[in-house]
């Protein structure tokens, strides 16, 4: 059974940082592509930052290009997200998914998901 299980989120300080893990289990890790994905209040979910395991290669929404980056151990079946310079529009639920192969870093891509934690960014 695929598990996907995030932690690291919370409330921080506009300018500030966090870093989310997202930790899989139950699948072949390096055989997928792990994105984060996020839904803010009253918005539709959109994607952030996803890698894609066969190759490592990683793509980035406008939005967070320059201040997030996502990164992944193999060792721990883990990825991360770490989000530096945060500002109020990044305030929502995080959520991680994964989806078999090689894919694009969108919601409908991925059939895997998390349950997501919250991350809010007070000015």
């Known amino acids: 059974e695929v598990q996907l299980v995030e932690s690291g989120g919370g409330l921080v300080q506009a300018g500030g940082s966090l870093r989310l893990s997202c930790a899989a289990s139950?699948?072949?890790?390096?055989?997928?592509?792990i994105g984060w994905f996020r839904q803010a209040p009253g918005k539709g979910r959109e994607g952030v930052s996803c890698?894609?395991?066969?190759?490592?290669?990683?793509e980035y929404a406008d939005s967070v290009k320059g201040r997030f980056t996502i990164s992944s151990d193999n060792a721990k079946n883990t990825v991360y997200l770490q989000m530096n310079s945060l500002t109020p529009e990044d305030t929502a639920v995080y959520y991680c998914?994964?989806?078999?192969?090689?894919?694009?870093?969108?919601?409908?891509?991925?059939?895997?998901w998390g349950q997501g934690t919250q991350v809010t960014v007070s000015s």
């Open positions: 890698i894609r395991r066969t190759d490592g290669s990683t």
């Open positions: 998914a994964a989806e078999l192969g090689s894919t694009w870093c969108t919601v409908s891509a991925y059939n895997y």
């Open positions: 139950g699948f072949s890790f390096e055989h997928y592509a």
